[in-house]
């Protein structure tokens, strides 16, 4: 919670996460101010349309590692596509989207806090490294 009074305050712009536990999000940390590396257990996105969808629980129930369906569907009666949890897991790309956003803002940072982290996870450390 002190992070979003921070951001309210507008000391804290951005925030670069590794956890999956979704707790930044819950707290009211905005969508557009976050780049969740490791995906969120309550966000869930369409294959075909890409929406997503925050949930009041976690999405993922794969019975295997690299499954990511979570059996819904979208929403959208235009689409219907399947939707994935968002769960990166041990050996999986991390999303080029939400890599380059964390790249982008750590790059123009005036300060950067590394909180709650061994900074040996790469590539989130090396973002605090450049």
């Known amino acids: 919670m002190s992070m979003v ?8 712009k951005y925030i670069i996460s590794q956890n999956v536990d979704g707790l930044h999000r819950k707290s009211g940390i905005p969508y557009d101010n976050i ?11 369409c294959s075909k349309c890409q929406t997503g ?9 794969a019975q295997t590692c690299k499954d ?4 819904r ?9 399947d939707l994935k949890d ?3 897991n041990f050996g999986e790309n991390l999303n080029d ?12 940072a005036d300060l950067m806090l590394c ?3 061994s900074m040996r996870v790469h590539p989130a450390a090396e973002m605090a490294e450049i």
């Open 5 to 12: 009074q921070l951001m309210r305050k507008g000391f804290l």
């Open 35 to 45: 780049a969740e590396l490791h995906g969120n257990t309550n966000l869930e996105v």
């Open 53 to 61: 969808y925050m949930r009041d629980f976690r999405v993922r129930n």
């Open 68 to 71: 990511h369906k979570t059996g």
């Open 73 to 81: 569907k979208c929403d959208n009666v235009k689409c219907k596509g």
């Open 86 to 88: 968002t769960i990166i």
């Open 97 to 108: 989207l939400i890599l380059n956003l964390g790249y982008a803002h750590g790059y123009e």
């Open 115 to 117: 909180l709650g982290s």
